[in-house]
T-cell receptor, first 112, second 109 residues
Framework: SQTIHQWPATLVQPVGSPLSLECTVEGTSNPNLYWYRQAAGRGLQLLFYSVGIGQISSEVPQNLSASRPQDRQFILSSKKLLLSDSGFYLC???????????FGEGSRLTVL | GQSLEQPSEVTAVEGAIVQINCTYQ??????LSWYQQHDGGAPTFLSY????GLEETGRFSSFLSRSDSYGYLLLQELQMKDSASYFC??????????FGKGTMLLVSP
């Protein structure tokens, strides 16, 4: 069966520090992968999606970037975090004609 | 772009029926999905409507009217564990899903 893992689960970072969140999918090949962000009490905002290795589409301009170095690995990065980057970051892959999203456990980031 | 509107909060008692509405504006509409998210957890898929009409999955049903750009999620025989946030989401392109801001459902005894 397919599984999706994210790490770290929780992190607290100072403003201006770098960020790297990792997402790995198992049990499937060439998945479409997504990074969403959810601010406290808010909806899910699509940040990036990838249809294959090295292929990244950005939905929202910001100081974040994404990379897909391997088929089943998706990384979210920042060189310098802002306070507004705090939130719950969710990696997901899509399955089926309905576009059903399967989410990872999420990474909760607090920028101080 | 896409935009979705859903109520921010709904309250109900155990055993009751509740309906969460969702209206959307989008181009290139493919379908409407619903997700459930418990506090602190990740969203999980509930249902998908690609065509007009009602889809039923156990206690949950979802409805879509493409001509009205409207859908709803119906939850029957409410249980305490149904307390969660519910998101409608529009599939408006091959690769992306746009979510509403979510409806927090509070179920009381």
């Amino acid at each position: 069966s397919q599984t999706i893992h994210q790490w770290p689960a929780t992190l607290v970072q100072p403003v201006g520090s770098p960020l790297s969140l990792e997402c790995t999918v198992e049990g499937t090949s060439n998945p479409n992968l997504y990074w969403y962000r959810q601010a406290a009490g808010r909806g899910l905002q699509l940040l990036f999606y990838s249809v294959g290795i090295g292929q990244i589409s950005s939905e929202v301009p910001q100081n974040l970037s994404a990379s897909r170095p391997q088929d089943r690995q998706f990384i979210l990065s920042s060189k310098k975090l802002l306070l507004s980057d705090s939130g719950f970051y969710l990696c997901a892959w899509v399955s089926g004609s309905a576009g059903e999203l399967f989410f990872g456990e999420g990474s909760r980031l607090t920028v101080l | 772009g896409q935009s979705l509107e859903q109520p921010s909060e709904v309250t109900a008692v155990e055993g009751a029926i509740v309906q969460i509405n969702c209206t959307y504006q989008t181009s290139g509409f493919y379908g409407l999905s619903w997700y459930q998210q418990h506090d602190g957890g990740a969203p999980t898929f509930l249902s998908y409507n690609g065509l007009d009409g009602l889809e039923e999955t156990g206690r949950f049903s979802s409805f879509l009217s493409r001509s009205d750009s409207y859908g709803y999620l119906l939850l029957q025989e409410l249980q305490m564990k149904d307390s969660a946030s519910y998101f409608c989401a529009v599939k408006a392109g091959y690769s992306t899903l746009t979510f509403g801001k979510g409806t927090m459902l509070l179920v009381s005894p």
